[in-house]
Protein backbone atom coordinates (compact mmCIF):
# COMPACT_ATOMS: atom_id res chain seq x y z
CA UNK A 1 0.00 0.00 0.00
CA UNK A 2 1.19 3.72 -0.68
CA UNK A 3 0.95 7.05 0.86
CA UNK A 4 -2.14 8.08 1.22
CA UNK A 5 -1.55 11.39 3.03
CA UNK A 6 1.67 13.58 2.62
CA UNK A 7 1.95 16.89 5.14
CA UNK A 8 5.06 18.65 4.16
CA UNK A 9 6.08 21.90 6.02
CA UNK A 10 2.48 22.71 7.23
CA UNK A 11 1.77 25.86 9.89
CA UNK A 12 -0.67 27.40 10.71
CA UNK A 13 -0.61 31.16 12.52
CA UNK A 14 -3.58 32.89 14.36
CA UNK A 15 -3.30 36.63 14.73
CA UNK A 16 -3.77 38.18 18.36
CA UNK A 17 -3.24 41.62 20.03
CA UNK A 18 0.45 40.46 20.95
CA UNK A 19 1.66 38.82 17.67
CA UNK A 20 1.44 35.63 15.55
CA UNK A 21 0.52 32.24 17.91
CA UNK A 22 2.04 29.40 16.19
CA UNK A 23 -0.23 26.79 16.64
CA UNK A 24 1.36 24.15 13.73
CA UNK A 25 4.59 24.96 12.70
CA UNK A 26 6.29 23.38 9.95
CA UNK A 27 5.40 19.78 10.17
CA UNK A 28 6.22 16.77 7.78
CA UNK A 29 5.06 13.39 8.20
CA UNK A 30 3.87 10.37 5.66
CA UNK A 31 0.93 8.34 6.22
CA UNK A 32 0.48 5.08 4.77
CA UNK A 33 -2.92 3.51 3.06
CA UNK A 34 -4.60 1.73 5.93
CA UNK A 35 -2.65 2.68 9.10
CA UNK A 36 -2.92 4.41 11.71
CA UNK A 37 -0.76 7.63 13.26
CA UNK A 38 -1.92 9.07 17.01
CA UNK A 39 -0.82 12.04 17.81
CA UNK A 40 -0.09 13.06 20.99
CA UNK A 41 1.21 16.16 23.30
CA UNK A 42 0.16 18.18 25.97
CA UNK A 43 -3.22 20.47 25.84
CA UNK A 44 -2.29 23.43 23.99
CA UNK A 45 0.65 21.67 21.66
CA UNK A 46 -1.20 22.34 18.55
CA UNK A 47 -2.84 18.61 18.06
CA UNK A 48 -6.12 19.03 17.03
CA UNK A 49 -4.99 22.18 15.27
CA UNK A 50 -3.02 19.98 13.16
CA UNK A 51 -5.65 17.57 11.97
CA UNK A 52 -8.49 20.07 11.52
CA UNK A 53 -5.66 22.02 9.19
CA UNK A 54 -5.67 18.64 7.37
CA UNK A 55 -9.39 18.89 6.77
CA UNK A 56 -9.48 22.40 5.73
CA UNK A 57 -11.92 22.92 8.99
CA UNK A 58 -8.79 25.69 9.32
CA UNK A 59 -6.99 27.12 6.50
CA UNK A 60 -3.55 26.94 6.67
CA UNK A 61 -0.68 29.47 6.54
CA UNK A 62 1.64 27.86 4.96
CA UNK A 63 3.32 24.27 3.27
CA UNK A 64 1.26 21.76 1.22
CA UNK A 65 -1.07 19.18 2.24
CA UNK A 66 -1.11 16.19 -0.42
CA UNK A 67 -4.13 12.98 -0.34
CA UNK A 68 -4.12 10.53 -2.57
CA UNK A 69 -1.39 12.29 -4.77
CA UNK A 70 -3.35 15.02 -5.74
CA UNK A 71 -2.17 18.81 -3.84
CA UNK A 72 -5.73 19.58 -1.67
CA UNK A 73 -3.89 22.99 0.10
CA UNK A 74 -5.42 25.54 -1.96
CA UNK A 75 -9.06 23.99 -3.14
CA UNK A 76 -12.10 25.52 -4.07
CA UNK A 77 -15.46 24.98 -2.61
CA UNK A 78 -16.80 22.55 -5.13
CA UNK A 79 -13.26 20.36 -4.84
CA UNK A 80 -13.64 20.90 -1.14
CA UNK A 81 -17.25 18.89 -0.88
CA UNK A 82 -15.43 16.42 -3.25
CA UNK A 83 -12.72 15.86 -0.87
CA UNK A 84 -14.99 16.03 1.72
CA UNK A 85 -16.50 12.66 0.76
CA UNK A 86 -13.29 10.65 1.60
CA UNK A 87 -12.08 12.68 4.56
CA UNK A 88 -14.28 12.57 7.67
CA UNK A 89 -13.62 13.57 11.12
CA UNK A 90 -15.10 11.85 14.55
CA UNK A 91 -15.27 14.85 17.34
CA UNK A 92 -14.57 14.54 20.78
CA UNK A 93 -17.58 15.53 22.61
CA UNK A 94 -20.21 13.00 21.26
CA UNK A 95 -23.18 15.51 23.19
CA UNK A 96 -21.91 18.68 21.44
CA UNK A 97 -21.08 17.49 18.09
CA UNK A 98 -24.99 16.04 17.28
CA UNK A 99 -27.94 18.13 16.42
CA UNK A 100 -30.21 17.77 19.63
CA UNK A 101 -33.24 18.45 17.27
CA UNK A 102 -32.23 15.23 14.89
CA UNK A 103 -32.97 11.39 15.89
CA UNK A 104 -30.36 9.10 15.63
CA UNK A 105 -31.70 7.85 12.20
CA UNK A 106 -32.31 11.35 10.29
CA UNK A 107 -28.04 12.22 11.77
CA UNK A 108 -26.85 9.45 9.68
CA UNK A 109 -29.20 10.17 6.93
CA UNK A 110 -27.58 13.29 6.78
CA UNK A 111 -24.62 13.29 4.75
CA UNK A 112 -26.09 10.76 2.40
CA UNK A 113 -29.27 13.50 1.22
CA UNK A 114 -26.65 16.24 0.88
CA UNK A 115 -24.68 14.33 -1.25
CA UNK A 116 -27.64 13.38 -3.33
CA UNK A 117 -26.24 10.17 -4.74
CA UNK A 118 -28.84 7.83 -3.44
CA UNK A 119 -32.60 7.34 -3.83
CA UNK A 120 -34.69 7.64 -0.76
CA UNK A 121 -35.47 4.29 -0.72
CA UNK A 122 -31.43 3.71 -1.01
CA UNK A 123 -30.76 6.02 1.94
CA UNK A 124 -33.10 4.37 3.99
CA UNK A 125 -31.63 0.86 3.72
CA UNK A 126 -28.07 2.78 3.66
CA UNK A 127 -28.68 4.40 6.84
CA UNK A 128 -29.79 1.04 8.94
CA UNK A 129 -26.69 -0.73 7.46
CA UNK A 130 -24.64 1.79 9.00
CA UNK A 131 -27.08 1.55 12.27
CA UNK A 132 -25.95 -2.54 12.13
CA UNK A 133 -22.06 -1.99 11.36
CA UNK A 134 -21.52 0.38 14.30
CA UNK A 135 -23.56 -1.59 16.94
CA UNK A 136 -26.54 0.47 17.13
CA UNK A 137 -29.89 -1.17 17.79
CA UNK A 138 -32.53 -1.29 15.20
CA UNK A 139 -35.12 0.22 18.21
CA UNK A 140 -32.92 3.20 19.00
CA UNK A 141 -33.44 5.00 15.04
CA UNK A 142 -36.08 7.64 16.28
CA UNK A 143 -34.01 8.09 19.40
CA UNK A 144 -32.21 11.31 20.03
CA UNK A 145 -29.00 12.09 21.32
CA UNK A 146 -29.98 13.30 25.12
CA UNK A 147 -31.74 9.94 25.58
CA UNK A 148 -28.59 7.78 24.77
CA UNK A 149 -25.17 7.55 26.47
CA UNK A 150 -22.33 8.67 25.64
CA UNK A 151 -21.14 5.51 24.03
CA UNK A 152 -23.96 5.11 21.60
CA UNK A 153 -23.82 8.77 20.76
CA UNK A 154 -20.03 8.22 19.81
CA UNK A 155 -21.57 5.51 17.70
CA UNK A 156 -24.20 7.61 16.01
CA UNK A 157 -20.71 10.30 15.54
CA UNK A 158 -18.50 7.08 13.43
CA UNK A 159 -21.84 6.30 11.42
CA UNK A 160 -22.00 9.66 10.04
CA UNK A 161 -18.32 9.86 9.32
CA UNK A 162 -18.34 6.60 7.52
CA UNK A 163 -21.61 7.09 5.59
CA UNK A 164 -19.85 8.47 2.36
CA UNK A 165 -17.16 5.35 2.50
CA UNK A 166 -14.48 8.19 3.02
CA UNK A 167 -10.34 6.62 2.99
CA UNK A 168 -9.51 8.76 5.85
CA UNK A 169 -11.04 9.58 9.36
CA UNK A 170 -9.96 11.73 11.28
CA UNK A 171 -10.21 10.95 15.08
CA UNK A 172 -9.68 14.03 17.79
CA UNK A 173 -9.69 12.77 21.29
CA UNK A 174 -13.18 10.08 20.11
CA UNK A 175 -13.07 8.40 23.67
CA UNK A 176 -11.90 10.93 25.79
CA UNK A 177 -15.29 12.04 27.10
CA UNK A 178 -16.30 8.09 27.52
CA UNK A 179 -16.32 5.82 30.44
CA UNK A 180 -12.66 3.37 30.30
CA UNK A 181 -15.31 0.17 30.00
CA UNK A 182 -16.73 1.95 27.01
CA UNK A 183 -13.49 3.08 25.54
CA UNK A 184 -12.52 -0.41 24.93
CA UNK A 185 -15.44 -1.18 22.92
CA UNK A 186 -15.41 2.03 20.39
CA UNK A 187 -11.35 1.40 19.96
CA UNK A 188 -12.15 -2.49 19.04
CA UNK A 189 -15.03 -0.96 17.21
CA UNK A 190 -13.39 1.32 15.04
CA UNK A 191 -9.96 -1.07 14.87
CA UNK A 192 -12.44 -3.37 13.12
CA UNK A 193 -13.88 -0.80 10.70
CA UNK A 194 -10.24 -0.01 9.89
CA UNK A 195 -9.90 -3.80 8.72
CA UNK A 196 -12.99 -4.38 7.10
CA UNK A 197 -12.91 -0.94 4.83
CA UNK A 198 -9.44 -0.77 4.76
CA UNK A 199 -9.42 3.06 6.69
CA UNK A 200 -6.71 5.63 7.24
CA UNK A 201 -6.60 7.43 10.42
CA UNK A 202 -5.10 10.06 12.63
CA UNK A 203 -5.93 9.53 16.08
CA UNK A 204 -5.14 12.57 18.22
CA UNK A 205 -5.18 11.88 22.00
CA UNK A 206 -3.42 12.70 24.98
CA UNK A 207 -3.71 9.88 26.27
CA UNK A 208 -0.62 7.01 25.79
CA UNK A 209 -2.04 3.57 26.70
CA UNK A 210 -4.78 4.40 24.28
CA UNK A 211 -2.19 5.71 21.30
CA UNK A 212 -0.24 2.44 21.73
CA UNK A 213 -2.88 0.39 21.44
CA UNK A 214 -4.57 1.71 18.49
CA UNK A 215 -1.33 3.43 16.55
CA UNK A 216 0.80 1.97 14.24
CA UNK A 217 3.19 5.15 14.43
CA UNK A 218 3.17 7.63 17.23
CA UNK A 219 4.25 11.55 16.60
CA UNK A 220 4.73 13.55 19.80
CA UNK A 221 3.98 17.38 19.61
CA UNK A 222 4.98 20.20 21.49
CA UNK A 223 4.26 23.76 21.28
CA UNK A 224 2.83 23.52 17.77
CA UNK A 225 6.55 21.47 16.30
CA UNK A 226 6.96 17.59 15.84
CA UNK A 227 9.22 16.56 18.39
CA UNK A 228 9.71 12.43 18.01
CA UNK A 229 7.91 10.42 15.96
CA UNK A 230 8.63 6.26 15.32
CA UNK A 231 6.87 3.35 15.07
CA UNK A 232 4.71 2.80 17.99
CA UNK A 233 6.85 -0.15 19.48
CA UNK A 234 9.87 2.09 18.79
CA UNK A 235 9.05 4.69 20.54
CA UNK A 236 7.59 3.25 23.66
CA UNK A 237 10.60 0.81 23.53
CA UNK A 238 13.45 3.81 22.87
CA UNK A 239 12.09 6.93 23.46
CA UNK A 240 14.78 9.63 22.60
CA UNK A 241 13.45 13.31 23.16
CA UNK A 242 13.24 14.53 26.61
CA UNK A 243 9.79 15.22 26.29
CA UNK A 244 8.68 12.16 25.48
CA UNK A 245 10.46 10.29 28.09
CA UNK A 246 8.60 12.74 30.59
CA UNK A 247 5.07 11.68 29.00
CA UNK A 248 6.49 7.86 29.04
CA UNK A 249 7.17 8.24 33.01
CA UNK A 250 3.61 9.32 33.53
CA UNK A 251 1.96 6.45 31.77
CA UNK A 252 0.47 5.13 35.72
CA UNK A 253 1.76 1.19 35.79
CA UNK A 254 -0.96 -1.60 37.86
CA UNK A 255 1.24 -2.91 40.07
CA UNK A 256 1.52 -1.71 43.18
CA UNK A 257 4.92 -3.17 43.99
CA UNK A 258 6.46 -1.77 40.81
CA UNK A 259 8.97 1.12 41.08
CA UNK A 260 8.95 3.35 38.32
CA UNK A 261 11.24 7.01 38.33
CA UNK A 262 8.79 10.05 37.17
CA UNK A 263 10.01 12.61 35.29
CA UNK A 264 8.89 15.76 36.66
CA UNK A 265 9.42 19.19 33.90
CA UNK A 266 10.38 22.02 35.79
CA UNK A 267 10.90 25.60 34.29
CA UNK A 268 8.53 27.76 32.22
CA UNK A 269 6.22 26.85 29.39
CA UNK A 270 7.56 28.60 25.89
CA UNK A 271 5.03 31.18 24.74
CA UNK A 272 3.41 29.98 21.13
CA UNK A 273 3.48 33.87 20.18
CA UNK A 274 6.52 34.83 18.30
CA UNK A 275 8.63 32.25 19.54
CA UNK A 276 12.12 32.45 19.18
CA UNK A 277 14.16 30.12 16.81
CA UNK A 278 15.30 26.92 18.52
CA UNK A 279 13.99 24.42 20.61
CA UNK A 280 11.00 25.31 22.64
CA UNK A 281 11.45 22.70 24.95
CA UNK A 282 14.90 24.06 26.27
CA UNK A 283 13.64 26.09 28.90
CA UNK A 284 12.25 22.55 30.87
CA UNK A 285 15.29 20.46 29.51
CA UNK A 286 17.67 19.41 30.98
CA UNK A 287 19.96 18.99 28.66
CA UNK A 288 20.02 21.86 26.62
CA UNK A 289 22.72 23.73 25.59
CA UNK A 290 23.32 27.59 23.95
CA UNK A 291 22.64 25.49 20.58
CA UNK A 292 19.54 24.69 21.17
CA UNK A 293 18.06 27.74 21.83
CA UNK A 294 19.20 28.86 18.37
CA UNK A 295 18.93 26.11 16.48
CA UNK A 296 16.52 22.75 16.09
CA UNK A 297 16.72 20.47 13.27
CA UNK A 298 14.26 16.72 12.98
CA UNK A 299 16.98 14.00 12.35
CA UNK A 300 16.33 10.62 11.52
CA UNK A 301 18.11 8.43 14.13
CA UNK A 302 17.35 5.43 13.09
CA UNK A 303 15.07 3.62 10.21
CA UNK A 304 11.74 6.11 10.70
CA UNK A 305 12.72 7.07 13.86
CA UNK A 306 12.74 10.85 13.72
CA UNK A 307 13.53 13.19 16.80
CA UNK A 308 14.34 17.10 17.08
CA UNK A 309 17.31 17.18 20.02
CA UNK A 310 20.40 17.94 19.27
CA UNK A 311 21.47 15.32 22.65
CA UNK A 312 19.68 12.37 20.80
CA UNK A 313 21.81 12.99 17.65
CA UNK A 314 24.79 13.20 19.86
CA UNK A 315 24.81 10.26 21.70
CA UNK A 316 23.43 8.15 18.67
CA UNK A 317 26.62 9.20 17.10
CA UNK A 318 28.85 8.13 20.10
CA UNK A 319 26.96 5.17 20.23
CA UNK A 320 28.33 4.57 15.95
CA UNK A 321 31.85 5.60 16.84
CA UNK A 322 31.61 2.90 19.92
CA UNK A 323 30.62 0.31 17.67
CA UNK A 324 33.26 0.89 15.38
Do not use: W
Amino acid sequence: MGTILEVKNLKKYFSTPKGELHAVDDISFKIEEGKTLGVVGESGCGKSTLGRTILHLLESTSGRIIFDGEDITKVNKKKLREIRENMQMIFQDPFASLNPRMSVRETIMEPLVIQGKLSKTEIEAETEKLMETVGLARRLADSYPHELDGGRRQRIGIARALALNPKFILCDEPVSALDVSIQAQILNLMLDLQEERKLTYIFVTHDLSVVKYISDEIMVMYLGQMVEKASSDELFRNPLHPYTKALLSAIPVPDVHAKKERILLKGEITSPINPKPGCRFAARCLYATKRCASTQNVAEISEGHFVACHAAVENKKKEEVKEL
